[in-house]
């Protein structure tokens, strides 16, 4: 409680005070209860982020950058030019299903 009064008096004491900061923090101040319950979600919180960062990876910086581009697009000009071919395999056997 002595933390939460010094940081109104803190806020009190600028140019432009944020009175909804104030008087959130008084409510906490006034009810035990809702300060207790608010302690416990900032702890579970940062619990949560801690054990996220430590069982997870993120995949924007696992990859190490070579500046290599991949030239050899032969396996993909084949990949689409069978597409293209089923695809109008496929349109054949439709049109000559519906004669």
Known sequence: MKEITEIILKEKKKKE?????????????????????????????????KLYKESTIEFDNYFKYSGKVEEDKEIVDKFVWKNRMADRLREYMEKKDKN
């Open 17 to 49: 005070p944020n009175k909804e900061y104030i008087q959130w923090l008084q409510q906490l101040s006034d009810k035990k209860e809702l300060t207790d319950q608010f302690i416990e979600q900032v702890k579970q919180q940062n619990f949560l982020e």
